[in-house]
């Protein structure tokens, strides 16, 4: 029910602001929260070499419970892996059809994660919560790991770790904002920042979330709801 009412406030705070921007016109919003299944969201993994035995970077990802400490009624997404490449990029992603063809978007997440990396806490590589990065981005091109050589690489501009790049915006890191390592869900959102995409010749948008990790460790994610708001800009 809390996640239920969570959402609601967040569409209701970002139609309202819709109303009174002069410069905005069509809203398109994605509200996931996983209670019925994937809902379009895709896992996928970049950024490790075809040389790995993949089997020990444990990649796994599924629609499942809320783990102990937070509410096991309430379904999320859920992402993992072990970072020995040290710089593994796991990733969610979704395509938003409908849209108009060629127009740009100014689009807004607003991500409820679940987190057991202590604050401050220090790891191999890294620290478990401030050396793992929440990214988000949007692209009229599908995000996708390719393969180039002997790497496994993400075909979008996503820069590295703590840096941003032409396809995202970094929110900040996955710090559960404790001193325990505990599952605590934590909020992310670029409200402050839209991010500037346009839609492609069929009117689709790919949205992405993930994390870029300098943490050479497992971390385990629990995407709990994700909130996409897609509002078309007008022309000048």
Known sequence: ??????????????????????????????????????????????????????????????????????????????????????????YLKKKVTGLVPGKTYETVFDINLGTNAANGSVGIGGSPANSVYVKVGASGTEPRTILKGTEYEFNLDKGQQSQGGADVLVLGDVANGTDQVKYTLIDKSNADKPFIVKANPNGEIWLFVGTDSGYEGTTRLYY?????TLQEVKAD
Do not use: H
């Open 1 to 90: 029910m809390k996640k239920w009412i969570a959402a609601a406030g967040v569409l209701f705070t970002l139609a309202m602001a819709a109303c009174n921007d002069d410069g905005l016109d069509a809203i398109t919003t994605v509200n996931s929260n996983f209670e019925t299944g994937e809902e379009g969201w895709v896992a996928e993994f970049s950024d490790y070499s075809t040389k790995t035995d993949t089997s020990i970077l444990k990649l796994a990802a599924g629609v499942t419970s809320l783990p102990k400490g937070l509410d096991s009624s309430q379904q999320a997404f859920m992402i993992q892996s072990t970072n020995r490449s040290d710089d593994v990029f796991m």
């Open 224 to 228: 709990n709801r994700i909130i996409a």
